[in-house]
């Protein structure tokens, strides 16, 4: 997402990628994973594709990213499903046990974490353009529903440079995972 787009074009293209995560991979996590595994290295950018991994696998990653990657803790049941591109965005989908990684079905929990420029002021523009009203946490973080999805809400700290995104496939899930503090930085 570029700078001076904050999240007015960044929201809906966010969204496009979220629920399209089998899309353009970075190799980013790719090598992340590999290194776990044992394999090779390799330069960022280049697509691959999604990857199941564990909680140290995503932790390992948000070291080299340099920029944490939010999550709703380890799966309880199923898998993990990593995805990364090339610009620092990183999605993670809570497969269920009967689903494999690169599931085109939209209907898996997944958080996303994108770098933006002044996350917090990107989504009052965006809340701005849409005529949408922001609600704000205790500890300052603005949320944003996204307008046109009832299964995905923005979030952003004060601060920060990052706009995360919780779709649930149930609408108000998401809402109710960020309310209730289950959206949280991996490690954290």
Do not use: C
């Amino acid at each position: 997402m570029s700078e001076e787009g904050g999240a007015g074009a960044g929201a809906l293209a966010s969204r496009r990628r979220l629920w399209g995560a089998a899309a353009s991979i970075a190799l980013l996590a790719t090598a992340a994973v590999l290194a776990v595994a044992g394999g090779g290295e390799g330069a960022p950018g280049v697509p691959s594709p999604p990857t199941i991994v564990s909680a140290g696998d995503v932790e390992e990653l948000t070291s080299q990213l340099g920029h944490p990657v939010y999550w709703a803790g380890e799966p309880e049941e199923g898998s993990l499903e990593l995805t990364a591109e090339g610009d620092g965005s990183v999605y993670l989908r809570y497969l269920t046990e009967d689903a494999e990684a690169g599931d085109q079905r939209q209907i898996f929990l997944t958080v996303g974490t994108y770098p933006v420029v002044d996350a917090q002021n990107a989504l009052r523009r965006t809340a701005r353009e849409n005529g949408t009203a922001l609600d704000r946490l205790e500890d300052g973080a603005t949320v944003l529903p996204n307008p046109s999805s009832s299964g995905s809400v923005y979030l952003a700290y004060p601060g920060s440079d990052l706009e995360i995104e919780v779709y649930h496939p149930d609408p108000g899930k998401a809402l109710e995972l960020i309310r209730s503090g289950a959206i949280e930085a991996v490690g954290g």
